[in-house]
């Protein structure tokens, strides 16, 4: 699969058979995150693998309180609460692996290097035949102190990247883009 191809395959998968990721493939979409550009070429990539249903469980469960406690507050996050009041509601999708980028330390360019990373990584996902997802649902409670601390993330350190990974049960439909919009393009 050439990039192009793995651009145009790649989906966000919201559903996954009950097949583990093996650690040798892991290891490979980890050497393909730090492949990406970072900035002053800093690679500040650190990298938190989740192969544990039942943690996986109790971060969400502990995200949902807590994004619906601050969807009063927060208008955008309204329309998700009929979701995450939703009890079966799993915002991992019960999905075996997640792999979470974070930074040793947040700086200007942080979420540009954690981001970049990951989309290297879910392009090597797509080509090992593997299904991902962003969870953005879940940067808050994984930059908790207590969960910072379970997860050996030190007090300076960040989570900013956390990607599902998982063999799909299907393959998601396109989700239509809209031409790219262009501001400018000056020439002379
Ligand atoms: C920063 C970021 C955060 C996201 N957070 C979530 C999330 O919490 N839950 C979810 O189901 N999808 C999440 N997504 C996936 C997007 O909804 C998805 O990429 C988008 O709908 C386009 O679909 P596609 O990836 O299949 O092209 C996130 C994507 C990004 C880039």
């Known amino acids: ?9 790649r989906r966000a998968v919201r559903d996954y058979q009950n ?6 493939t892991i290891d490979r979409l980890l050497h393909a995150a ?15 693998v989740i192969q544990d249903a039942a943690r ?29 009041g939703t009890p079966e509601f799993n915002i991992f999708y019960n ?10 330390t947040r700086g200007p360019f942080s979420e540009a290097d954690a981001w970049l990373a990951a989309g ?25 102190p207590e969960v910072k601390q379970e997860l050996q993330i030190p007090p300076e350190g960040y989570a900013l990247a956390p990607i599902l990974l ?15 919009r262009i501001w400018s393009w000056l020439r002379r």
């Open 120 to 144: 290297n990584l879910m392009l090597a996902a797509c080509e090992a035949g593997l299904g991902s997802c962003s969870i953005g649902f879940a940067l808050g409670v994984l930059n908790t």
């Open 56 to 84: 996986l469980k109790r971060y969400s469960d502990l995200a949902k309180a807590n994004l619906l406690a601050d969807a009063a507050q927060h208008a955008k996050t309204e329309h998700y609460r009929a979701l995450l």
């Open 166 to 180: 998982g063999y799909p049960t299907v393959q998601p439909p396109l989700v239509p883009r809209a031409e790219p």
């Open 34 to 48: 730090v492949l990406a550009p970072s900035a002053m070429n800093s690679q500040p990539w650190r990298f938190i």
């Open 1 to 9: 699969m050439n990039v192009l191809e793995a651009l145009h395959t």
């Open 95 to 104: 999905a075996g692996t997640l792999v979470t980028i974070g930074v040793e």
């Open 19 to 24: 097949r583990p990721v093996d650690a040798v």
